[in-house]
């Protein structure tokens, strides 16, 4: 099993895993050592298409050299693309969508036997998926992220899956087409599935969805997630809890107070700014802006000084403007962020923006992404500075040469920098704590204050 892209994917091949043990087959480390090798493609932008192509051919050449039989894309870009795909890419031998999920084990058995099914025909998920309580329990249409599992990865941190779909409807965005409309998943079995991560040795569980914001809004409870904090954080065995993907204009004050003051929760904010002009915006069809933007910021280090905030941009937007792109970068200058993600526009098949008209030349493109990376490895930098003499207590995710590795608080997993703790001896899974020292980039070396 090939995972490629987002936490939620992650989350989406352990289900997978787990039907498909039920099923019969038996999960190796090795791609070459598989009989059938099941690559969980992303679709979200080009760059990550590329990656999940060039890492189904990868797989293909397996076969014949080995006991590899079988090549199978499932996840996003298949879901997306379909028979599309199937015809572009013959070296897999089935592209199966999420609805192929629920009998994933007869679908590969049949695969492995030499039958090859027709991929099938994408249709548009928002559709399909009811988002009313009495609708959901009568559909058959099937949502990611309701199924068992089987844990692919022993780490002390796991993602726990709050919701599938988006019903936000971004104009640069496909995800709701392929994902779906909103859909949570019920407080019992979110709170059911920690429980069982912690029985793992999970210490950390890490809430992932397209818009977390939104949790509990079908069920008619837009609270619902301030309510579920305490009650995961209090789970024995779970000693922090980080919430991934919030939309800014909907981030309440509840929620900021939720996520800043809850005990066991990482005072952390994943904020979806994309951008900060209000006209670039409204062309996104999103809210907010450089004041209100700045405003939730404040009402965040208000009441966590030490929070850690990361967000994601997209530069060269349709019709972007030389002012247009000034603001956004002194909003990048102002807002002191500690993580940041900083992406070229490129259109994307079936968006409204594919429409729009002003497209910028790749190069001017190019050239406004590297002005902005420039600001913000000097910005994120500075942030990281600030935290010389801060306290940092840190999840150990690995230990070299008698330095514990791993993310203090204020770093998600992956995309945020690590910190390095000296003078201390710690296994993986145990919180160790000492006082920030040095830094490099986001990266923190801190010295242990043990005593």
């Given at each position: 099993?090939?995972?490629?892209?987002?936490?939620?994917?992650?989350?989406?091949?352990?289900?997978?895993?787990?039907?498909?043990?039920?099923?019969?087959?038996?999960?190796?480390?090795?791609?070459?050592?598989?009989?059938?090798?099941?690559?969980?493609?992303?679709?979200?932008?080009?760059?990550?298409?590329?990656?999940?192509?060039?890492?189904?051919?990868?797989?293909?050449?397996?076969?014949?050299?080995?006991?590899?039989?079988?090549?199978?894309?499932?996840?996003?870009?298949?879901?997306?693309?379909?028979?599309?795909?199937?015809?572009?890419?013959?070296?897999?031998?089935?592209?199966?969508?999420?609805?192929?999920?629920?009998?994933?084990?007869?679908?590969?058995?049949?695969?492995?036997a030499g039958e090859r099914p027709a991929a099938h025909q994408p249709s548009d998920r928002r559709l399909l998926l009811p988002i009313s309580p009495v609708e959901r329990v009568d559909t058959e249409v099937f949502t990611p992220g309701h199924g068992?599992?089987?844990?692919?990865?022993?780490?002390?941190?796991?993602?726990?899956?709050?919701?599938?779909?988006?019903?936000?409807?971004?104009?640069?965005?496909?995800?709701?087409?392929?994902?779906?409309?909103?859909?949570?998943?019920?407080?019992?079995?979110?709170?059911?599935?920690?429980?069982?991560?912690?029985?793992?040795?999970?210490?950390?569980?890490?809430?992932?969805?397209?818009?977390?914001?939104?949790?509990?809004?079908?069920?008619?409870?837009?609270?619902?997630?301030?309510?579920?904090?305490?009650?995961?954080?209090?789970?024995?065995?779970?000693?922090?809890?980080?919430?991934?993907?919030?939309?800014?204009?909907?981030?309440?004050?509840?929620?900021?107070?939720?996520?800043?003051?809850?005990?066991?929760?990482?005072?952390?904010?994943?904020?979806?700014?994309?951008?900060?002009?209000?006209?670039?915006?409204?062309?996104?069809?999103?809210?907010?802006?450089?004041?209100?933007?700045?405003?939730?910021?404040?009402?965040?280090?208000?009441?966590?000084?030490?929070?850690?905030?990361?967000?994601?941009?997209?530069?060269?937007?349709?019709?972007?403007?030389?002012a247009e792109f000034e603001a956004l970068c002194d909003f990048v200058e102002r807002a002191r962020l500690d993580a940041i993600g900083v992406f070229g526009y490129s259109d994307e098949d079936g968006t409204e923006a594919e429409s729009f008209e002003?497209?910028?030349?790749?190069?001017?493109?190019?050239?406004?992404?590297?002005?902005?990376?420039?600001?913000?490895?000097?910005?994120?930098?500075?942030?990281?500075?600030?935290?010389?003499?801060?306290?940092?207590v840190v999840l150990v995710e690995s230990m070299d040469d008698g330095v514990v590795e791993g993310r203090a608080a204020h770093q998600g997993p992956e995309v945020d920098g690590t910190t390095q703790v000296r003078g201390v001896s710690a296994l993986?899974?145990?919180?160790?704590?000492?006082?920030?020292?040095?830094?490099?980039?986001?990266?923190?070396?801190?010295?242990?204050?043990?005593?």
């Open positions: 099993m090939v995972t490629l892209g987002c936490a939620r994917n992650e989350v989406d091949s352990e289900e997978l895993a787990g039907r498909l043990s039920d099923g019969g087959f038996r999960l190796v480390a090795d791609p070459a050592d598989a009989d059938t090798v099941v690559v969980n493609t992303c679709g979200f932008v080009d760059a990550a298409k590329k990656d999940s192509i060039d890492t189904l051919l990868a797989a293909a050449d397996l076969k014949g050299s080995g006991p590899t039989q079988a090549v199978v894309a499932v996840g996003c870009l298949a879901e997306r693309y379909g028979a599309e795909l199937a015809t572009s890419l013959p070296e897999a031998d089935a592209v199966l969508g999420f609805d192929d999920y629920p009998d994933i084990a007869a679908k590969l058995r049949a695969i492995v068992q599992r089987t844990r692919l990865d022993e780490g002390p941190m796991a993602a726990l899956k709050l919701a599938s779909g988006c019903d936000r409807r971004c104009t640069f965005c496909a995800i709701p087409s392929f994902r779906g409309s909103f859909l949570s998943r019920r407080p019992t079995d979110v709170v059911a599935e920690a429980r069982w991560l912690a029985s793992l040795g999970v210490r950390e569980l890490f809430l992932v969805s397209e818009n977390s914001t939104s949790y509990g809004k079908d069920l008619g409870d837009l609270r619902l997630l301030e309510k579920l904090l305490p009650e995961l954080s209090g789970i024995d065995g779970i000693e922090r809890v980080r919430v991934s993907y919030l939309q800014p204009a909907e981030t309440r004050p509840d929620l900021v107070r939720a996520i800043a003051t809850t005990p066991g929760v990482a005072p952390y904010f994943d904020l979806s700014f994309q951008h900060a002009a209000e006209t670039v915006l409204r062309r996104m069809r999103r809210f907010g802006g450089t004041e209100s933007f700045l405003g939730l910021l404040e009402d965040v280090r208000r009441l966590a000084p030490e929070a850690g905030v990361r967000s994601n941009f997209i530069v060269g937007f349709p019709g972007e403007t030389e002003g497209k910028l030349a790749e190069d001017e493109i190019s050239e406004r992404v590297e002005h902005l990376t420039r600001i913000v490895d000097e910005v994120t930098a500075q942030r990281a500075e600030e935290r010389i003499g801060e306290r940092v993986v899974g145990e919180f160790v704590s000492g006082i920030v020292s040095t830094t490099e980039g986001v990266d923190l070396l801190a010295e242990s204050d043990a005593q």
